[in-house]
């Protein structure tokens, strides 16, 4: 997944006035406002009810639907072998919001503070904050991209890293 590539489906989510968020790898990368690796997929947050529009939109230019792992996370995948790694999010009045997780009594949870603005070949794009970042990547076992992630992170922003 490119740049361009992430670009391009921003632009399309914008134009259904769909509410997104960039996450993972992609997501750090906005936040540092500069690419630092390579990318297999992009994840993004979305607004649990807008879902339809999101899917649709998608559909269009050519993605479809191969892992269902609802209400947690979907994906879609194009026919070059692109993916979308779909992360539904259901909101409270205060902005703050929860995803599905394996363990239901334990649900994601997004603090309103974590929606932020990063930057991705100079263009402004909706991401998760640094704090939500470092807050996604602990409890597993780290791969090389995880640890250069939170490298980014501290390098950038100075933060704590659990590894």
């Not at 997501?27 to 997929?41: C, F, K, N, S």
């Not at 939500?132 to 939170?150: A, I, K, L, N």
Request: with cysteine.
């Amino acid at each position: 997944m490119t740049a361009d590539d992430v670009l391009f489906v921003l632009a399309l989510l914008r134009r259904t006035k769909a509410d997104f968020w960039i996450g993972g790898g992609w997501g750090i990368d906005a936040l540092v406002g500069e690419q630092t690796r390579d990318h297999r997929d992009l994840d993004l947050m979305h607004r649990q009810e807008q879902e339809d529009v999101v899917v649709a939109a998608l559909r269009e230019v050519g993605f479809v639907e191969t892992l269902n792992a609802r209400p947690i996370r979907f994906v879609v995948t194009a026919p070059d072998g692109r993916e979308i790694d779909l992360h539904p999010l259901v909101f409270a009045a205060d902005g703050s919001a929860v995803q599905a997780s394996p363990e239901p009594e334990h649900p994601f949870t997004y603090a309103s503070s974590c929606f932020v603005t990063g930057t991705l070949h100079g263009t402004s794009v909706p991401c998760l904050s640094a704090e939500q970042q470092v807050y996604f990547h602990q409890g597993y076992e780290p791969s090389e991209r995880d640890r250069h992630d939170m490298a980014q992170l501290r390098r950038v922003f100075g933060v704590a890293t659990h590894f």
